[in-house]
């Protein structure tokens, strides 16, 4: 079975840091894409960045470039998504997220009219604190 587990999340002070994880399992890590997005209550899910393991490819959300980074440890099926610079507004539900890379393009991540990721994770919560 597909699994994506998060882990990471906590409660920081603006200008902090934490890295999240989404270790993966049940299928070819290299085969798909994974994708991160975020919520926060009241506000629509925001895809956040986006990485194609085997060419390793990155995509980011032009509210988060600079300040994270999504990587890849292959050996362990593993992506990060650091996040450096953390400010309240990026406080909400992270979610690590997986699909064939021939079904997903990393760059509709960006688009909220399109098709989301088919496999979620469990998601962690991310709280900033002024």
């Known amino acids: 079975e597909v699994q994506l587990v998060e882990s990471g999340g906590g409660l920081v002070q603006a200008g902090g840091s934490l890295r999240l994880s989404c270790a993966a399992s049940?299928?070819?890590?290299?085969?798909?894409?994974i994708a991160w997005f975020r919520q926060a209550p009241g506000k629509e899910r925001e895809g956040i960045s986006c990485?194609?393991?085997?060419?390793?490819?990155?995509y980011y959300a032009d509210s988060v470039k600079g300040r994270f980074t999504i990587s890849s440890d292959n050996a362990k099926n593993t992506v990060y998504l650091q996040m450096n610079d953390l400010k309240p507004e990026d406080a909400a539900f992270y979610y690590c997220?997986?699909?064939?890379?021939?079904?997903?393009?990393?760059?509709?991540?960006?688009?909220?009219?399109?098709?989301?990721?088919?496999?979620w994770g469990q998601g962690t919560r991310v709280t900033v604190s002024s």
């Open positions: 997220t997986a699909d064939l890379i021939l079904h997903y393009h990393c760059q509709n991540t960006f688009d909220s009219a399109m098709r989301p990721p088919g496999y």
């Open positions: 990485i194609t393991t085997d060419d390793g490819m990155t």
């Open positions: 049940g299928f070819t890590f290299e085969d798909y894409a």
